[in-house]
């Protein structure tokens, strides 16, 4: 999966059975240019525009993080 | 096409019920619809029956007949439908259809949920079959996480703000502290909406319905004979049921809800008005935002004046145009199932002059407006004086 921008998110306090320990968690949906996904964020939250990048998939969910700018870069 | 009337109704009081089960409740409210369209379980035609999830919130499956049986209806089609939170106005929607097309002269639409008997995070898990189990649920939205993220998107591009959805939260508790069948009778302010405990960001505890148990249920005729049942019977004017798709990640934009404006659209052109000329509406608010996007998407607003329109006091009860006078999902209580047909009760209730306190002043044309999901399916009824 390639890297996107963020088309919205929230932060879930009240989750759902499945995952009522990782709460509070942000889910975002993520522009990918020619469709969208839902998608978990990693690390630091995220907002509408900012750009991210994909991190890996685990368990048929694909998890995004803040793409760091060139000179954040190791 | 025939003429179609309301002529009978019912509700159980929405709430938490530890002693009722879901049967009780539903044929509380067949029952009082029943009496009121002065009808014999035996003069029933059919019977429909909305619920969303009776076999993962109960455990009980075949529940048309089961509730239809106990009120005596038998021998007759018993079906139950699902359509999310709008199971109940899909029900409606698919009775009208059958009188409307001279199947059946006389039949009962009902509703009902049974939600509180399982903890919040079990409740969170069924209500989330509503979504799409292998893309947005699996990635941890829940219904609350889904409207809040279309809340952030409508604020990010209109400028909506907390206050304005908030403004939704304190007109419906004040209605519902109201109406004597709702389920939170507790009046709030805006400073309280905005600090509620977070649910989903930005949207609070008093941004959600609730999660109730409760029925409703309409008798519905062949206009020509509504004399035979009720002095007072309601027409039906305009009825419509549109679906989109059911993941909000395959959506468009997701600030408009495609299903609400052309089952709305529909609704109106059957019923032969404008939008403009709706005097008051029950719609779904489910969330906050839900009312701000149905102001829009019915048409009442253009797109993104929803949330000034909130806070401008319009909809309030003697606003120019009251909107979920009942207290709305937010208070009155939200047992999905029975929401539909009950929105349908409210309005029928106004049209009659029987709202009591509540009671709104033009009251010739009402609307219900009944959501499934985040808008994969939406059903628009247009009532009105005969």
Not at chain 2, 114 to 137: H, N, Y
Request: with cysteine; net charge neutral; hydrophobic share 45%.
């Amino acid at each position: 999966m390639k890297n996107g921008t963020v088309y919205t998110e929230t932060v879930v306090w009240s989750a759902p059975e499945r995952y009522v320990a990782d709460a509070p968690y942000q889910i975002a949906i993520v522009d990918l240019g020619e469709r969208r996904v839902t998608a978990r964020v990693l690390g630091e939250r995220v907002a509408i525009g900012d750009r991210v990048e994909f991190v890996e998939e685990r368990d048929g969910v694909a998890w995004f993080r803040k793409e760091l700018a060139a000179d954040e870069r190791g | 096409m025939r003429r179609v009337a309301v002529v009978g109704i019912g509700k159980t009081a929405f709430g938490a019920f530890p002693d009722r089960d879901l049967r009780s409740l539903a044929v509380e409210a067949g029952q009082k619809a029943l009496a009121d369209a002065h009808l014999r379980p035996d003069q029933v035609e059919a019977f429909y029956l909305g619920n969303f999830a009776g076999p993962s919130f109960v455990g009980q499956n075949h529940l048309a007949p089961y509730v239809a049986g106990a009120m005596g209806i038998t021998g007759v089609p018993a079906t139950r439908f699902e359509a999310a939170c709008a199971s109940s106005g899909a029900a409606f929607f698919h009775a009208w259809s059958a009188v409307a097309a001279g199947i059946y002269d006389v039949v009962v639409v009902a509703g009902v949920e049974k939600m509180t008997s399982q903890s919040t995070p079990r409740v969170a898990e069924i209500l989330a079959g509503a979504g799409d189990m292998s893309g947005e649920m699996r990635a941890g939205a829940t219904f609350p996480a889904l409207f809040a993220m279309i809340a952030r998107r409508h604020m990010y591009q209109f400028g909506t703000t907390r206050e304005q959805l908030a403004a939704v939260a304190v007109k419906n508790h004040a209605n519902g502290a109201k109406n004597p069948l709702a389920h939170m009778k507790k009046v709030i302010t805006v400073e309280q909406a905005l600090a509620g405990k977070p649910v989903a960001e930005p949207l609070t505890v008093y941004d959600c319905s609730l999660v109730s148990d409760g029925a409703a249920a309409v008798v519905i005729c062949a206009a020509e004979r509504a004399a035979e049942f009720t002095g007072k019977p309601v027409r039906v004017l305009g009825v419509s049921q549109t679906s989109d798709r059911v993941a909000m990640d395959e959506k468009g934009d997701i600030t408009t809800l495609q299903a609400v404006r052309s089952s709305a659209e529909k609704a109106y052109r059957m019923a032969g008005v404008s939008a403009a000329e709706i005097q008051f509406a029950e719609v779904h608010d489910c969330f906050t935002i839900a009312e701000i996007l149905s102001y829009e998407d019915l048409g009442f607003v253009k797109k993104g004046e929803g949330g000034p329109y909130a806070q401008s006091g319009a909809t309030c009860v003697h606003g120019e145009r009251p909107v979920n006078a009942s207290g709305g999902l937010k208070a009155k209580g939200h047992p999905v199932g029975a929401t539909g047909v009950g929105q349908i009760c409210d309005v029928v209730l106004q049209i009659r002059g029987e709202a009591g306190e509540l009671q709104v002043v033009r009251r010739e044309l009402g609307l219900a407006q009944n959501l499934g999901g985040s808008g994969a399916t939406s059903v628009v009824t247009v009532l009105g004086a005969m």
